[in-house]
C-alpha cells in the first residue's frame, strides 16, 4: 500500500514541472 502511494507520488513529482510549464506556456501565448 505505502508502495503505491509513493510510486504515485514520485509519477506526480516528475509530471508537475511539465504540467507547470505547458500551464506558462498556454499563459504566454494568450
Wanted: positive net charge.
Amino acid at each position: 500500500t505505502v508502495l503505491i502511494v509513493v510510486v504515485k507520488l514520485m509519477k506526480y513529482v516528475h509530471f508537475a514541472p511539465l504540467l507547470w510549464h505547458y500551464t506558462v506556456a498556454l499563459s504566454a501565448e494568450v
